[in-house]
């Protein structure tokens, strides 16, 4: 019979291989459901006929020449950057109330009612105020959309805190675990995943914030374009803009925020 050591170092690791599949099956159901959605939209406008709802093609048309005059390229890059910014912003501020709300009941019961109240302010109210006060500027634009998206994150790491085990907790204080390692092997486990769904759902709620803002007030980006087209009710320069940001955010969710998720998950397992 062979050593034990050497019969589990030759075991076969499920895990990865799962993780391989996982990716592969995902890729495809996304790749496949596009697919469909796009023969049903092709279908749809050779049917219709109708100047207001142009074929994929058309579109696609429209993309390759703003992206061979660099106005697309442009105005994505603008629009990524305000992104980026407020997206970093947002998240570093509401995990930092979250988990001071999480912690200490009695902030939590007092400064509930000002999440309640910025959870429930209108994105239009946040990004007029903030023209308003510090002007036609990105300055403006980044504040309006983090105060938008700071209440959700802090919402998400007030419950982590919450769910913190406390035996976990008196586990690290029995073996002398200390701050840092407490900190790196028994709290940041726990709240990752809810800092990941966090992220998530802070990404597709800051771009849409951000095209708002550019289309209200900026001279650039992806929000302002769309601005424009609707003005000329150019449809298909809407399609074309609004398409290509939503593919580069759905790569960035596909290639660094679901991979993310499933990892800082894994320990559930």
Partial sequence: ???????????????????????????????????????????????????????????????????????LWKHTSATLWR?????????????????ALGKYKTADKFFDAWLILFLNLPALV??????????????????????????NVAVNMREGTRSLSKDLSEMAVMYRFGRWKTLRHVTVPQLAPFLAAAARSGLSLVWKI?????????????????????????????????LTFIFIVQLIEFVVLQPLQARVNAWRR
Avoid: H
Wanted: hydrophobic residues 55%; neutral net charge.
């Fill in 1 to 71: 019979m062979a050593p034990v050591s050497t019969r589990i170092s030759s075991a076969p690791r499920p895990l990865r291989a799962f993780g391989s599949n996982s990716t592969i099956e995902r890729f495809a159901w996304m790749a496949g459901s596009l697919i469909v959605f796009g023969l049903f939209w092709q279908v749809l406008a050779d049917i219709l006929q109708n100047r207001y709802l142009p074929t994929p093609v058309a579109v696609f048309e429209v993309m390759l020449r703003e992206a061979r005059n660099g106005d």
């Fill in 83 to 99: 992104v980026a910014v407020a997206f970093v912003i947002s998240m570093f501020i509401g995990t930092a109330i979250g988990l």
């Fill in 126 to 151: 946040t990004i007029t105020l903030c023209y308003i006060w510090f002007g036609l500027n990105d300055t403006a634009a980044i504040t309006a959309v983090a105060l938008n998206k700071i209440p």
């Fill in 210 to 242: 951000v095209l708002v803002v550019e289309a209200f007030g900026r001279s650039n980006g992806v929000g302002y374009r769309l601005a424009i087209a609707f003005q000329e009710f150019d449809v298909v320069t809407i399609l074309a803009y609004a």
